[in-house]
């Protein structure tokens, strides 16, 4: 299964933007991106998912690349609550099971 | 539904001990997966059941665990003559079957902590 990478650790001010980047180099046209996110002693949690066009929920953003080996989450507004260990992965859309975690991206939002 | 369900969510365990977890996936979910997490690191994949069917194990499941879904809904983890280095957070997450605008995205619970002493 294709693997992800993304930055070990990255800072934001509350209130303002956040983009968080993530490589996959090696996605396949099946594969759709993930992310989901981890608050301390919690399972990860849904945050979005897109294939190919740009996706918005209301907790963020995925923009996804044209050519799709790299993709980024957007927070608009960064609160402190959103505070996490956010992780990339992708899912393949066929007969395929898991998928592979990363380390993934501490974000630290500063008051 | 309630979500993916995990119990207990704390265990500590003597060193050779057998220990078993409960996972209770949301019930139109076909698919359940078992993953193992360490302190700083991400998510293990572990095993994953296709109803009843276990369909893939890594190669870290060593012969000391072996995980059941009986009849395709709730899903058991057991370890054997446990060591300290299995101590870890162990996640179940259930989904859908990935078919057609469905990526399958999981939903997990919230984990057994595992603390072998």
């Known amino acids: 299964d294709a693997k992800t990478t993304q930055p070990n650790s990255m800072e934001s001010n509350e209130e303002e933007p956040v983009h968080l980047p993530c490589n996959h180099s090696?996605?396949?046209?099946?594969?759709?991106i993930h992310w989901y996110r981890q608050l301390p002693s919690q399972g990860p949690e849904y945050v979005i998912h897109?294939?190919?066009s740009n996706v918005n929920n209301r907790m963020a953003s995925l923009a996804i690349a044209e050519d799709r080996k790299s993709s980024t989450l957007i927070l608009h507004r960064a609160t402190l609550r959103d505070a996490a260990v956010y992780y990339c992965?992708?899912?393949?859309?066929?007969?395929?099971?898991?998928?592979?975690f990363g380390d993934g991206t501490t974000l630290t939002v500063k008051p | 539904d309630t979500g993916v369900s995990q119990n207990p969510r704390h265990k500590i365990t003597k060193r050779g001990q057998n220990v078993t977890f409960r996972c209770d996936p949301i019930?139109?979910?076909?698919?359940l997966y078992w993953y193992r997490q360490t302190l700083g690191q991400g998510p293990e994949f572990l095993t994953y059941?296709?109803?009843?069917?276990?369909?893939?194990k890594s190669r870290l499941l060593s012969d000391r665990f072996s995980a059941e879904r009986p009849k395709g809904s709730f899903s058991t983890l057991e370890i054997q003559r446990t060591e300290q280095g299995d101590s870890a957070m162990y996640l179940c997450?259930?989904?859908?079957?990935?078919?057609?605008?469905?990526?399958?995205?999981?939903?997990f619970g919230s984990g057994t902590r595992l603390t072998v002493v």
């Open positions: 992965i992708l899912r393949p859309n066929t007969n395929a099971g898991k998928s592979t």
């Open positions: 059941f296709q109803n009843e069917a276990q369909l893939e």
């Open positions: 090696t996605i396949s046209g099946t594969d759709y």
């Open positions: 897109g294939l190919t």
């Open positions: 997450a259930s989904s859908p079957v990935p078919v057609g605008t469905s990526s399958g995205g999981y939903t």
């Open positions: 019930s139109e979910h076909n698919r």
